[in-house]
């Protein structure tokens, strides 16, 4: 089966073909660990493990190495840290916010149907990695050492800006003013750089710190973008087959990435495809505290937010593959009614039906074509029609939704979940409005009104009307809604 694969790199769609298809390499930017993973967080990670799952499928679950990193270096760490654990030393309380935040990431993912990937590197156990490094560069002429830190220096990189496709100088052009004395050009990035200590710079506790290389004295902690270069060497070698993440990363994470392992190893690719997702808004709207509509994965799971109470994680899974992964997504409750609706189909044609034989194959070349989720989704809808009328498509259906993680066995109401159905006892409600109007004839103003109240709390309304024929009051209820 061919695959083809978009490349931001190149601008086109290509063949996708690996290095080693005994081993195919993919790595992908993953969470920074201090606070709950929100809904535009889990398109890559949606993304990337239907990519991964497409992989196994194609070289053998066996062939395919899925890198997908935590960091847990990083000054939100530190902030989140010092404010929500103030009376713990501050490496101490760094730990409790990153490992309690990296299990409800792994909570929150796996009810999305996410498979774990073979590797989940940790920026901190990487350390040593990001130190050589450094030294590599400055010893290649790629960067220097200035005020304790060591900078990359992208005028010795002539194709610096291929990924983003900005030359340096227009890239000069637009860059800040204000740029650090000790930088010798103004788009020169950190590497390393000095930690700063209890006391210095009206710092309360002294940040994470490791001895520094490249003949550093002071102790210092790494940059951003260096951390993955260090994973992905470290896991996948120093060329692999694809890296992804979301498009906001292509500048400056990705195009620093780039200068950082080419530079380092003299190679002339780091991966040979670059995938991006693109952006995730709610409502028509982008994602923002400020505008309340910042909606967490576990929110959505396990909280009211669009019109549910609860709102099951294959049903977040297939709005998510709703929409094609390069085009940006407006996320709305009618995309999670949509999804739900469907999924309660698909569990009403697959109860008591085993999963037989491989996935579907034109839903596999439908993702196989730079991973074409929703025509893939419209080629199960019609799988799903032959489904209702013979056995085999119901087996080939539940096939090809386990492939796709859409589907784990979930009974109709499991899938259900949240939704709001107001329960009343019919027969109660009868007899309290015949009370009513048995009270109003009586002239009993005080007891129908107190009545009509009772019911009014348990969600009823009434509607009073004249009968034409008779004159007598009529009373109709319903569902207040
Ligand atoms: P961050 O923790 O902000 O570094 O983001 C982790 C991953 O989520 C990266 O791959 C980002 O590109 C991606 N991401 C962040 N916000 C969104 C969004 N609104 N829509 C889609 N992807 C996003
Ligand atoms: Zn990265």
């Not at 294959?314 to 999670?336: C, F, K, N, S």
């Not at 799903?384 to 087996?395: D, V």
Request: hydrophobic share 40%.
């Amino acid at each position: 089966m061919a695959l083809t694969l978009y490349n931001t790199l190149t601008r086109r769609k290509e063949p996708f073909d690996p290095i080693d298809a005994a081993n195919v390499r993919m790595y992908v930017c993953g969470p920074t660990v201090y606070d709950y993973a929100h809904i535009g967080n889990a398109r890559p990670v949606i993304v990337f493990d239907m990519v991964f799952r497409l992989l196994r499928h194609v070289y053998g679950a066996h062939h395919v190495t899925y890198v997908r990193n935590i960091t847990d270096v990083d000054d939100k760490i530190n902030a989140r840290a010092a404010k929500d654990f103030p009376d713990l030393p501050l490496n101490d309380a760094i730990r409790r916010v990153t490992s309690a935040t990296e299990k409800q990431f792994h909570d929150d993912i796996a009810a999305l149907g996410v498979l774990p990937p073979t590797v989940e590197p940790r920026a901190t156990e990487h350390i040593e990695g990001m130190k050589a490094l450094c030294e590599a560069l400055v010893q290649r002429g790629h960067a220097y050492v200035a005020s304790g830190h060591v900078l990359f220096d992208v005028s010795s990189m002539p194709d610096y800006g291929t990924l983003s496709n900005r030359s340096l100088e227009e890239m000069e052009a637009g860059a800040r003013v204000e740029v650090a004395p000790y930088k010798k050009g103004p788009m020169d990035f950190v590497l390393w750089k000095p930690s700063k200590q209890a006391g210095e710079a009206g710092n309360e506790k002294s940040e994470p710190a490791w001895p520094s290389p490249c003949g550093i004295s002071e102790p210092g902690r790494p940059g951003w973008h260096i951390e993955c270069s260090a994973m992905s060497e470290k896991h996948l070698g120093p060329e692999f087959d694809i890296h992804g993440g979301g498009i906001d990363l292509v500048f400056p994470h990705h195009e620093n990435e780039i200068a950082q392992s080419r530079c380092a190893h003299g190679t002339p690719v780091m991966a040979r495809v670059w995938m991006h997702n693109g952006f995730l808004q709610v409502e028509g709207e982008k994602m923002s505290k400020s505008l309340g509509n910042f909606i967490t994965i576990n929110e959505l799971l396990a909280t009211k937010t669009f019109g549910a109470s609860q709102w099951h994680g294959r049903v977040v899974r297939l709005a998510m593959l709703g929409t094609h992964y390069r085009q940006p997504i407006d996320w709305t409750a009618e995309r999670l009614l949509q999804a739900r609706a469907t999924l309660l189909d698909f569990a009403d044609l697959l109860s008591g039906v085993d999963a037989a034989g491989e996935p579907n194959a034109d839903v596999v070349a439908a993702l196989s074509d730079d991973l074409n989720t929703p025509s893939a989704l419209s080629i199960i809808h019609g799988l799903a029609k032959s489904a209702k009328r013979n056995p085999e498509g119901a087996a080939e259906l539940r096939a090809t939704l386990e492939f796709m993680g859409l589907y784990g066995g979930e009974t109709r109401d499991e899938l259900n979940v949240g939704v709001e159905v107001a329960t009343v006892d019919a027969a109660k409600v009868d007899t309290l409005v015949a009370a009513r109007l048995a009270a109003r004839r009586a002239k009993d103003f005080k007891e129908s009104d107190r009545l009509r109240d009772e019911l009014a709390a348990m969600g009823v309304a009434l509607k009073d009307a004249k009968d034409p024929q008779t004159g007598e009051i009529v009373t109709t209820w319903e569902i207040a809604r």
